[in-house]
């Protein structure tokens, strides 16, 4: 399940328009409950986002023209712990389906847990900080995101990816370099 389904409904068009026209595409209030639904009983097994980031000049297109898709992963876990505060996820199902669960279902092999021996990929998330998203914080080389004007109440802080730290509060460190998944047979 992707993340802009889980936030983004079909009330959202006459704001955002073709900056969130995805495939598949936002749909009702009620089939976002429904997915959400589906996140907390298990019938829906991760909740992940694909990364698509069209220029603003390519999104703002007629709607048959601008492409699908659009920047996501910036934003989409702190999305995602938005909700565990208004109590519709708890942080544990969030954890589940975003790290154990893809692991589990491709068999990567150590990763998507803190376990002795498996590789570090960690986010070190500030659970109290308030802060809106603007131009001026996005990441993307794109500079823009159906998120603006979206006041989170968490941000992360760093991100370590093998063990190595890769983002700390807004600096990238370029020279630390991922390396091929693993996967089990």
Known sequence: ??????????????RLGTLIKWNPAIKTKNDREKLLEGVLN????????DHAPHTS???NNSYFMAPSGGPLV???LVAMLELTR???LSVEKVVEKMCHAPADLFRIEKRGYIKEGY?????????????????NNILYKCG???????????????????????Y??????????????????
């Not at 590789?119 to 998203?133: G, N």
């Open 1 to 14: 399940m992707c993340v802009h389904h889980l936030w983004f409904d079909d009330s959202d068009y006459e």
């Open 42 to 49: 298990d019938k829906i097994d991760v909740i992940a986002t």
């Open 57 to 59: 000049e390519e999104k």
């Open 74 to 76: 910036q934003h989409s």
């Open 86 to 88: 208004t109590g519709i």
């Open 119 to 135: 590789w570090a990929d960690l986010i070190i998330i500030d659970p109290d900080k308030v802060w809106q998203v603007k131009k």
């Open 144 to 166: 823009w995101s159906p998120f603006e004007g979206v006041t989170f109440h968490n941000k992360i802080m760093a991100t370590f990816v093998n063990g190595n730290l890769v």
């Open 168 to 185: 700390n509060e807004g600096i990238f460190n370029e020279s630390a370099k991922g390396i091929p998944l693993r996967f089990l047979i």
